[in-house]
């Protein structure tokens, strides 16, 4: 059992955003197949249809995504918040976003009546114009935003990070002054991929952001300055796909990790990664992941 800001989880591994969130059915079946908790799809106050195809492509490496944040708009997307919130058997976050402080508020207050745990403030999507990166880069706006939502709702509210900034912990500094109660970290890295044969990008976005096992390291470093700089708690993710990866990001400094790009290869990713984890803590003696949280930290 991990306890990550007031939330009880029976396993440490969260679904991620965007990966398999847009409908109730889904994210019981990802809790079905032994996710600690579940995060819904990033939803906002107006239909979106997101980017055109393609939208994604598989690299060697990793993934290279441009959805643009599609979601039916937060009126819309309440039954299926209900629906897994009363069949998941597990804490689901409602991922958000918007253009300003109003519209995040504006989407909380519309939600809150499907009972979320948490809200997970997207301002980190790299590739939606006016949106994610837009206000993720500035602290001034992630201070403001993160203050807007906690505001109006009465639950945990975390702030999912971008990457792609010169200082990290200035950003997380700023969510926690607004008010956040957990840090997110990371999103996608902004990336592109080029057909040689045609000169075309490949994605219909021309630039999307990566995701896979290609990021781990920044990810890895990310959570491991915000952990030695902040005072609430982290969140890891980006390019888990096994317990060993799992076990790296809690040592950096995270009380939990998210999983997805890794349930490409199956959703049994969760049940295989907390065992992992589990089997690990007791070869070494630890009884609890706490234990082991920020462990790379006291070895310098």
């Not at 980017?51 to 979601?71: E, Q, R, T, W």
């Not at 918007?98 to 939600?111: C, M, P, T, W, Y």
């Not at 070869?283 to 992941?289: C, I, L, R, S």
Request: hydrophobic residues 40%; glycine residues 12%; contains cysteine.
């Amino acid at each position: 059992m991990v306890n990550v800001t007031g939330l009880r989880l029976k396993n440490p591994t969260i679904l991620a955003a965007g990966i398999m969130g847009t409908t109730g059915a889904s994210l019981i079946r990802v809790a079905q197949q032994g996710a600690g908790a579940v995060v819904t799809k990033s939803i906002g106050p107006e239909p979106k249809d997101g980017h055109n195809n393609p939208s994604m492509v598989k690299l060697d490496f990793g993934y290279l995504n441009a959805m643009g944040l599609p979601n039916p708009s937060y009126e819309d997307f309440l039954p299926e918040l209900k629906k897994a919130k009363q069949k998941s058997g597990v804490p689901v976050i409602a991922s958000i976003f918007g253009s300003n402080e109003d519209e995040f508020r504006k989407v909380a207050q519309g939600l809150m009546s499907g009972k979320p745990d948490a809200f997970e403030l997207n301002v980190s999507c790299p590739h939606a114009m006016g949106y994610g990166t837009s206000l993720g880069t500035d602290s001034k706006m992630v201070k403001a935003v993160t203050s807007a939502v906690c505001e109006v709702v009465n639950v945990p509210v975390w702030v999912k990070l971008t990457p792609n900034v010169t200082d990290i912990v200035a950003i997380g500094k700023a969510a926690e002054a607004g008010g956040a109660d957990a840090l997110v970290a990371i999103n996608t890295v902004r990336g592109m991929a080029i057909d040689i044969h045609s000169g075309y990008p490949v994605l219909g976005n021309r630039f999307g952001g990566l995701s896979g096992d290609a990021i781990r390291p920044i990810a890895i470093k990310c959570v491991y300055d915000l952990y030695a700089n902040m005072d609430i708690p982290i969140i890891g993710v980006g390019g888990i796909s096994t317990w060993q990866h799992a076990v790296e990001m809690i040592m950096a400094g995270a009380s939990a990790v998210q999983i997805g790009s890794g349930v490409y290869e199956g959703l049994n990713v969760f049940f295989n990664v907390s065992e992992g984890i589990n089997n690990f803590l007791k070869e070494h003696g630890y009884k609890k992941t706490e234990e082991i949280t920020g462990i790379a930290h006291e070895r310098f």
